[in-house]
């Protein structure tokens, strides 16, 4: 690979913020913008596309030569009229000329299509990969990446941002370009027709760049901070509108609104700011193109009443000093452009760069004929973003075909023992081993691929029932699906959906939680893994549908190793071994009865919750 071609994920770590409750403020702590480095970045990333980008430059260019060909043309034709009032008009030389413009005029035009129609071409393509890469990159991102990152806040790279950046590719370079072969082709036919008008232009036009300089240095800070204000205000509206039940079952629309308030003004003073200086360039280069057109009039007049020169020079000059000033304004919207599109640039890449799981390109895929047993060996873990040790000695063995249950205190780290043996984490020591194969030999696939997990959060997608029921489970014939229903109580629910199996959940379709709850079940046994994780699978059903899920599941148990996270004791009663875990540690381990018996911390806890019931 060549040294200067941009690579995904080139940087090792990302800096973000920590995680905060809802309605926080995200990306607060976003580094200084590098307006050359980013588009550095942005160039290197679209160097497949090279072709077509200069074939897009260079249709700007010549359209842009053959513009300022015309001044010349018309100052010859001025000329030619002006002188064929003493001697007699040469309508075939005005002809001649005139049908040259014509030419020249019409092949600029289709030129510049031509330019437009590339630049938006590839300003698709770019963006189409971007978003494509994005979301790849989301599946080689660790799970903490998300504990710093808010939804909102990802979402607004995939879309404003992405956005921002392609619009500039569309309009800044081409216009950048055009402005600038503009701008020193006039000069350059300026010096050329006459020198002392040329000099009177340029003195009135650098007042312009000036100003143009001093307003770029003060408007890029309010760009950078109208993106990340952006991204700010999206999360929060993510967040407000995923718990919206919650806002207002505690009351917190108040709350709420007065974050979004505040986060809402920050956009628009920073918008305000970035926008009103913007504003600015236009008028502020209309006045200085304005007074480089009195300035030369005045000039080229007193020079034609000496005869220094003709008419047509007037003329000329006129149209190039439009094109000398006009680039100015241009070049300053086209610069605010691409500011604004690094800014948007530098949250793209910093994501694109943010630090990935290790490749396991050389690991090898899960063992065959997976027995199921599972051994924790002295497994030490803390989050990657704490110094915190959640998980301190923890040690325990499974066998093929038992139901291990998991239980203790909230925060007890039962939830957190399921995601290492899924390897969601890495551990910071001992091993976990499943048939004798450590799982840290075995590919993240691989390990997820031995498993089906049923978690409390249900996750539905929209889509037909059918289509969540098999979910990524290829060749599912249609009974084993209605039996999977029919074993957790759903199927008959089901068929008086208005197509059944068919029917699309969405808005319009009403589910309880308790039947998300069934339907995640459902495909957990449809995916028919060797081994089965149940994070409080039935806490959202009733007791009747509870003992009815039960009994499915204690039916796809048989001859799986699985792991049962309870709070309801009640339901792990039949346990072929109980984990108790407090502080990170196991500090009890054997059957209901044996626990019971010791008058333990399970024992205790046990009872406690019939005490809360009675």
């Keep these: 690979m060549a040294k200067d071609e941009y690579t995904i994920g080139q940087a090792s770590q990302q800096a973000s913020s920590p995680p905060r409750g809802p309605g926080a403020r995200m990306g607060t702590g976003e580094k200084a913008n590098d307006l050359v480095g980013t588009w550095k970045k942005l160039l290197r990333y679209c160097k497949s596309y090279l072709p077509a980008l200069i074939a897009g430059v260079l249709c700007a260019v010549l359209g842009t030569l053959l513009t300022l060909v015309g001044p010349n043309k018309l100052s010859q034709l001025t000329d030619l009229i002006s002188s064929g009032m003493v001697t007699g008009v040469d309508l075939t030389a005005i002809a001649r000329i005139g049908l040259f413009l014509v030419a020249v005029y019409a092949a600029s035009y289709v030129l510049s299509a031509a330019q437009g129609w590339i630049m938006a071409g590839v300003t698709q393509r770019v963006s189409k990969r971007m978003r494509s890469d994005l979301s790849d990159k989301i599946g080689r991102l660790p799970m903490w990446f998300f504990n710093r990152t808010s939804v909102g806040d990802i979402l607004s790279r995939f879309t404003n941002d992405v956005d921002t950046i392609g619009q500039s590719l569309t309009h800044s370079i081409g216009n950048l370009i055009h402005a600038a072969i503009l701008f020193v082709g006039s000069l350059v036919m300026m010096l050329i027709t006459n020198r002392i008008l040329t000099l009177t232009a340029i003195v009135a ?5 000036a100003a143009m300089r001093l307003i770029m240095s003060r408007s890029q800070k309010y760009f950078r901070k109208q993106q990340k204000s952006l991204g700010a205000i999206n999360g929060h509206i993510e967040e407000m509108y995923a718990g919206h039940t919650v806002v207002k079952a505690y009351n917190g629309e108040a709350e709420a609104q007065r974050v979004f308030d505040g986060l809402n003004d920050e956009l628009r003073q920073s918008g305000f700011r970035a926008q009103c200086l913007s504003g600015l360039m236009m008028p502020i280069m209309q006045f200085i193109g304005n007074f480089g057109y009195v300035a030369v009039c005045a000039v080229g007049g007193a020079l034609a009443l000496q005869g220094r020169i003709g008419f047509g020079v007037i003329v000329a000059f006129m149209l190039y000093v439009r094109y000398f000033t006009q680039p100015l304004s241009q070049i300053a ?11 948007a640039g530098e949250r793209v890449f910093a994501f694109l760069e943010a630090e990935e799981m290790a490749d396991e390109t050389g690991k090898p895929g899960a063992p065959d004929d997976v027995q199921g047993a599972v ?5 030490r873990f803390g989050y990657e973003d704490s110094d915190a040790i959640i998980i301190h000695d923890f040690s325990a063995s499974a066998r093929p075909g038992q139901k291990i ?6 925060g007890a780290g039962k939830t957190t023992m399921v995601n290492l043996l899924m390897r969601f984490h890495e551990l910071l020591g001992g091993q976990i081993r499943i048939d004798g194969v450590p799982i840290s030999e075995m590919t993240r696939e691989a390990v997820h691929s031995l498993f089906c997990m049923v978690l409390q959060d249900t996750w539905l997608f929209e889509g037909t029932v059918r289509e969540n029921l098999i979910y990524c489970t290829e060749n599912v014939s249609d009974e084993k699906m209605e039996a999977a229903c029919q074993a957790v109580g759903l199927d008959l629910f089901i068929r008086t959906l208005p197509k059944g199996y068919d029917t699309v959940l969405n808005d319009q379709i009403n589910l309880s939680q308790g039947q998300k709850q069934q339907l995640t079940i459902a495909r957990a046994m449809i995916a028919d893994k060797p081994m089965l994780i149940l994070d409080e699978a039935t806490s959202s059903v009733d007791t009747r549908t509870e003992q009815q899920i039960q009994a499915a599941m204690d ?7 699985s792991f049962v996270i309870a709070h309801r004791l009640s339901t792990i009663r039949d346990a072929d071994l109980i984990l108790v875990m407090k502080d990170g540690d196991i500090i009890e381990s054997g059957t209901h009865e044996a626990l019971l018996a010791k008058q333990g911390f399970y024992a205790d806890l046990y009872n406690s919750q019939f005490e809360q019931a009675s």
């Design 205 to 209: 036009v650098l007042i312009g760049f």
């Design 555 to 561: 039916k796809l148990m048989e001859h799986r190793t």
């Design 405 to 410: 249950a998991i239980v203790g205190p909230t």
């Design 333 to 343: 919207q086209s610069m605010q452009s691409l500011q604004s599109a690094a800014a």
């Design 375 to 379: 051994d924790f060996d002295h497994v």
